[in-house]
């Protein structure tokens, strides 16, 4: 089993900032503003829509992607033994993680009175819309941009100063990222979802933890919200 016998993160300080910024920055507000602003002189438009937000990802996802290089020729190099330990690995803590997920939020939603978090209303909502748009974004590409920011980035760094630190603030921040417009809408309520959120997030990092591939997160990163995704439709579907 691989784990972490070094201190030293494989990307630097500049390349970290430069997919914060990219993402925290460039994601959530510049690119969109552009996007604006183009539509604005072009079109004569003002609405941001869902295609230009999947604009906006894609530059972030490859962006992020060759920013994170040195992330990825790690991981590829780590990723060469204890496949088949890995992904057993990963496929219990998917299990877990649904356990916990379901628990979590039964007790959230009995505080909260509410069904879901505003986060997972605001993918039901696109996905009625534009289902293909959103498969894309929530399966494709939010998996890989969230785990090298999240993980390959903050968790790797502050793994060099421990790794409970760097478990514990990842998490948070990954839970924060998912509740944080109702923070700032005042719906504190429904920033009790950060709790569940932030669980996916531990079991996310144990596994880059217990691997040293960020493969392996994005994986099971990208199965939790794949089957989200089939919930989704299926429920559709039925009616």
């Known amino acids: 089993m691989y784990q972490f016998n070094h201190t030293k993160s494989p990307i630097s300080i500049k390349r970290s900032i430069l997919i914060l910024l990219n993402y925290i920055v460039g994601y959530m507000y510049l690119y969109p503003l552009i996007m604006v602003w183009i539509s604005e002189k072009i079109f004569r438009t003002y609405d941001y829509t869902v295609y230009m937000e999947l604009f906006v990802f894609i530059l972030v996802f ?133 709790i569940t959120y932030s669980m996916l997030g531990y079991f996310l990092a144990v596994n880059y933890e217990r691997s040293g591939n960020i493969y392996t997160s994005i994986g099971l990163h990208t199965a939790i919200n794949f089957i989200s995704m089939m919930l989704v439709l299926l429920a559709r579907l039925a009616g």
Not at 62 to 78: D, G, Q, R, V
Not at 104 to 112: A, F, G, P, Q, S
């Open 62 to 194: 490859i962006t992020t992607i060759f920013l994170a290089k040195p992330i990825f020729e790690e991981s590829s190099y780590n990723g060469v033994d204890n496949r088949r330990d890995n992904f057993l690995y990963a496929a219990k803590s998917l299990s877990f993680m649904y356990l916990w997920m379901f628990v979590l939020n039964i007790i959230i939603n009995l505080i909260t009175q509410q069904t879901t978090s505003d986060n997972q209303v605001n993918i039901l909502n696109m996905s009625n819309s534009y289902p293909m748009v959103t498969f894309m974004m929530a399966v494709v590409l939010a998996p890989l941009v969230e785990e090298v920011v999240f993980r390959g980035v903050i968790f790797r760094k502050l793994r060099d100063h421990g790794y409970l630190l760097a478990l514990i603030v990842s998490s948070l921040l990954f839970g924060l990222a998912h509740v944080y417009p109702s923070l700032l809408s005042g719906n504190y309520l429904n920033v009790l979802y950060i």
